[in-house]
């Protein structure tokens, strides 16, 4: 469908045609079909002219959401050099091919125009866009196009190019994906040709049909339903052997069991001239079956896709500046703890580093959540994967490779991934307890239907066995616990350790820390007292000017004031304070003796060097949302404490600023330990939050942990969980969704039993035929998936958040 596109009441377009954004006073105008259409840069005119000149008009109409903004083009010549290509690009018939991100598609029909686009230049053999996962795929011939010019057409059209995973990894995942829909292809054309055979059988009521012409449709059956069978339903297979090997029968044991079931009873009654055959309902049960789990694995990519985030953020190239201050592009391998490199404003940082130079702005959505960029000054860290904004910075790499943060993050996204925490376990041997309980009972069916009526009872013991596989019984936990890991991370909460989730959703008590969890590690001023005429946003402008060039912590308090002062002739006297010219006057700015004739006392002083005019009192400053995290907390029911090393007055303020009924200072490891114990030991549950070193003991203490994303390693390894957004807000957030995942948890468990009690009397009891059983089942499972995936929406918090 066509996107509106907002308009004033005289009737003039107030959004961009192409990216929906809000147009300048000055509007670049451009006519399509036949009508003046408005954008908001040369870039989306140049991009929407394109696409009417290559007859491609109809993506604007098919499109269900704007698109991105065509930003400025970047440099792609890098992608062309030969070690680039040869670690990312695979050799196959007719050239090389790549996989590709881009964070730009956001419908099926930026997919459409992608294909389109690509296939239209020369040189391209094979294209394909998929607007689920992100990824285009490009086959292409080296010496007819360059792959430069290709990806230069995809971010000339708003699909800024990124790298996926290594080309092996990224091929292997591709070629397995295609024997999945091998398999489903194969299944569904069985089970179709089978369900068309068996319908001629099933409506044959008064046996008019000449026993050859039965036998004839049954050996073509068995042909038809041979592949589905073994080729097909390999995976289930496979999975049986391996769960009798580990003497542990599951879901896949039952699957295989029924199917292999059904189908050898079909085919010795097709030898042998029986009464019936059940080759539907094998073909069917596979069919539906490797549906579902399709659609596990499509729900798995998604509820992921953090991972792919991350792979987005690892640009091919780096530059270095060299000794003589030349700079040369080097693959990212090549870069080294100490080099200089050079980033480009719009570019991606390609290592950890420190910022060089002047201030600079960077954005850090992938690795934060931060929606907005963040100012960073000379001596800042900065981050692999953020990008660089406004101007270019000059950064001093600290660490490359896996010891990136960034590389950190997509292991910890990972292993969370990996996890079967304790439900899941129990889901597990519950299944395992229900299929060897179910085969008893099947053999007991069967028996007591051979009394009553042989000739229906093979039949219902089949029913039996498809209707009750305990498929959405497996799914449960698994489906839920996948689409919350994902939605954790996107807002920048990493569950790195398993049952951290279920506890979370439990937690009646959190334990904050107070330096660098509800308090930036950095200064902010405080009070500000005068002693003469100056007044005290005087006394503090030129403070900040004195400080503006220094790299001492105390700078960082006086970085957010604006000042009309300027500083010359500053130098620093260590171990006492600072000094420069101001308006022809040299200032002090330190100890109370190296501003004036006083005692000292820990305050910042301003003075002449003779007489003091102000005094400064520095302060951690709270961290953004603070107050607004702890009360969230409280209107969750939550009661919240806080337990510090630091001294009583600061922890004092601390408590009244944010109205805390239990604060305690002074608090050793062994303290705030002994305070979760006690918390624990009156029935409570228990979420700590920490990020020091001291803070590592009680956060493997308590129920469930929480460690904050920039905090210490050690820290981070003790915690149940990672905090990476810069908010505290995402706390609540989190628990809000560990709650909920719980409710869906129960839910699919509720369902998935309900199910089955209900289903397996309707089976004992002969009302269920095989086909239907199979369709229950599998319309059970896909009930259990899409109940989970209720999680990824509205997990995404504001740009505030």
């Not at 295609?178 to 040709?193: K, Y």
């Not at 003497?247 to 189908?263: E, N, V």
């Given at each position: 469908m066509d996107v509106a596109v907002d308009a004033d009441p005289a009737g003039h377009a107030l959004a961009c045609y192409h990216c929906g954004e809000t147009l300048p006073q000055v509007p670049v105008s451009l006519d399509i079909e036949g009508e003046a259409r408005g954008f908001c840069c040369h870039g989306c005119a140049a991009a929407a002219e394109w696409i009417r000149q290559s007859k491609l008009d109809d993506y604007y109409r098919l499109r269900s959401t704007t698109a991105g903004r065509v930003e400025a083009m970047p440099d792609l010549a890098s992608w062309d050099r030969e070690d680039v290509l040869s670690e990312h690009a695979v050799p196959v018939a007719g050239g090389l091919e790549i996989t590709l991100l881009t964070d730009g598609m956001r419908c099926a029909a930026c997919a459409w125009l992608i294909d389109r686009a690509l296939q239209?230049?020369?040189?391209?053999?094979?294209s394909s866009a998929n607007a689920v996962t992100g990824r285009i795929r490009i086959g292409w011939e080296p010496t007819t196009v360059r792959l430069s010019h290709l990806l230069g057409r995809l971010a000339m059209l708003g699909y800024r190019p990124y790298l996926a995973a290594g080309a092996v990894r990224e091929r292997a995942r591709v070629a397995e994906q295609?024997?999945?829909?091998?398999?489903?292809?194969?299944?569904?054309?069985?089970?179709?040709?089978t369900m068309m055979f068996s319908e001629a059988l099933y409506l044959d009521f008064g046996h008019h049909m000449a026993l050859a012409t039965r036998d004839f449709f049954r050996w073509v059956a068995l042909l038809v339903a041979t592949p589905v069978v073994f080729y097909a339903g390999w995976p289930f297979l496979e999975g049986c052997w391996r769960e009798?090997?580990?003497?542990?029968?599951?879901?896949?044991?039952?699957?295989?069991?029924?199917?292999?079931?059904?189908?050898?009873?079909?085919?010795?009654?097709?030898?042998r001239g029986g009464a019936q055959v059940w080759y539907?309902?094998?073909?069917?049960?596979?069919?539906?079956?490797?549906?579902?789990?399709?659609?596990?694995?499509?729900?798995?990519?998604?509820?992921?896709?953090?991972?792919?985030?991350?792979?987005?953020?690892?640009?091919?190239?780096?530059?270095?500046?060299?000794?003589?201050?030349?700079?040369?592009?080097?693959?990212?391998?090549?870069?080294?703890?100490?080099?200089?490199?050079?980033v480009a404003a719009g570019d991606v940082v390609p290592a950890d580093g420190h910022l060089l130079d002047g201030e600079a702005s960077f954005e850090e959505a992938l690795l934060t959540g931060e929606s907005r960029p963040v100012t960073r000054l000379p001596g800042a860290q900065i981050y692999a994967g953020t990008i660089c904004r406004d101007r270019a910075a000059r950064i001093v790499v600290t660490d490359v490779g896996v010891a990136t943060r960034l590389s950190q993050l997509t292991r910890l996204v990972e292993q969370a991934q990996a996890h079967r925490p304790p439900m899941a376990r129990v889901a597990d041997r519950i299944g395992s307890v229900f299929v060897s309980t179910l085969l008893v009972l099947a053999v007991l069916v069967y028996v007591a239907w051979r009394m009553h009526d042989p000739s229906r009872a093979f039949e219902v013991t089949l029913s039996l066995l498809v209707v009750s596989c305990p498929c959405a019984l497996s799914l449960a936990v698994p489906?839920?616990?996948?689409?919350?890991?994902?939605?954790?991370?996107?807002?920048?909460?990493?569950?790195?350790?398993?049952?951290?989730?279920?506890?979370?959703?439990?937690?009646?008590?959190?334990?904050?820390?107070?330096?660098?969890t509800l308090t930036h590690v950095r200064l902010a001023v405080g009070d500000i007292r005068?002693?003469?005429?100056?007044?005290?946003?005087?006394?503090?402008?030129?403070?900040?000017?004195?400080?503006?060039?220094?790299?001492?912590?105390?700078?960082?308090?006086?970085?957010?004031?604006?000042?009309r002062f300027f500083a010359s002739d500053?130098?620093?006297?260590?171990?006492?304070?600072?000094?420069?010219?101001?308006?022809?006057?040299?200032?002090?700015?330190?100890?109370?003796?190296?501003?004036?004739?006083?005692?000292?006392?820990?305050?910042?002083?301003?003075?002449?060097?003779?007489?003091?005019?102000?005094?400064?009192?520095?302060?951690?400053?709270?961290?953004?949302?603070?107050?607004?995290?702890?009360?969230?907390?409280?209107?969750?029911?939550?009661?919240?404490?806080?337990?510090?090393?630091?001294?009583?007055?600061?922890?004092?303020?601390?408590?009244?600023?944010?109205?805390?009924?239990?604060?305690?200072s002074r608090q050793t490891s062994e303290d705030k330990l002994a305070l979760v114990r006690t918390l624990q030991d009156n029935g409570s549950v228990v979420a700590m939050v920490g990020d020091g070193l001291n803070d590592a003991p009680v956060l493997a203490g308590a129920d469930v942990s929480i460690a904050m994303g920039e905090g210490a390693a050690l820290a981070q390894r003790a915690a149940d969980m990672v905090l990476t957004a810069p908010s505290l807000l995402r706390i609540p957030q989190a628990i809000r969704l560990a709650r909920r995942t719980m409710r869906v948890i129960r839910q699919n468990f509720a369902w998935a039993v309900g199910y089955n009690l209900l289903a397996l009397p309707l089976a004992i009891t002969g009302h269920v035929t095989p086909a239907f059983a199979a369709l229950g089942m599998a319309l059970s499972s896909l009930a259990v998936t899409i109940n989970a995936l209720r999680l990824l929406r509205g997990s995404s918090m504001g740009p505030n958040a």
């Open positions: 239209r230049e020369p040189g391209v053999f094979d295609r024997r999945w829909l091998m398999r489903l292809g194969v299944a569904g054309l069985g089970a179709m040709q009798l090997r580990q003497r542990r029968p599951g879901m896949d044991s039952l699957i295989a069991g029924s199917t292999l079931l059904a189908y050898f009873a079909s085919a010795v009654e097709t030898v539907d309902t094998a073909t069917m049960f596979v069919f539906l079956l490797l549906a579902a789990r399709l659609l596990e694995q499509r729900a798995r990519r998604v509820a992921s896709a953090q991972v792919d985030a991350l792979a987005r953020a690892r640009p091919v190239l780096a530059v270095r500046e060299n000794v003589d201050g030349s700079r040369e592009s080097i693959p990212m391998s090549s870069l080294c703890v100490g080099d200089i490199a050079c489906a839920a616990l996948t689409a919350s890991h994902g939605a954790l991370a996107r807002l920048g909460v990493l569950s790195v350790r398993t049952g951290g989730l279920e506890n979370l959703a439990r937690a009646t008590d959190v334990v904050f820390d107070k330096t660098g005068t002693f003469t005429t100056m007044d005290a946003a005087t006394a503090l402008q030129m403070a900040a000017a004195l400080e503006r060039d220094s790299r001492h912590p105390i700078a960082e308090a006086f970085s957010p004031v604006s000042t500053v130098r620093e006297t260590v171990g006492h304070g600072i000094a420069g010219c101001i308006d022809g006057r040299v200032w002090h700015l330190g100890r109370a003796s190296f501003a004036g004739c006083r005692e000292d006392d820990g305050r910042l002083w301003l003075g002449d060097g003779r007489r003091v005019v102000a005094c400064f009192s520095l302060e951690e400053s709270l961290r953004p949302h603070a107050e607004d995290a702890v009360a969230e907390l409280r209107v969750l029911g939550l009661r919240v404490h806080l337990a510090s090393g630091d001294a009583h007055e600061p922890v004092e303020r601390l408590m009244r600023k944010l109205a805390l009924r239990d604060a305690r």
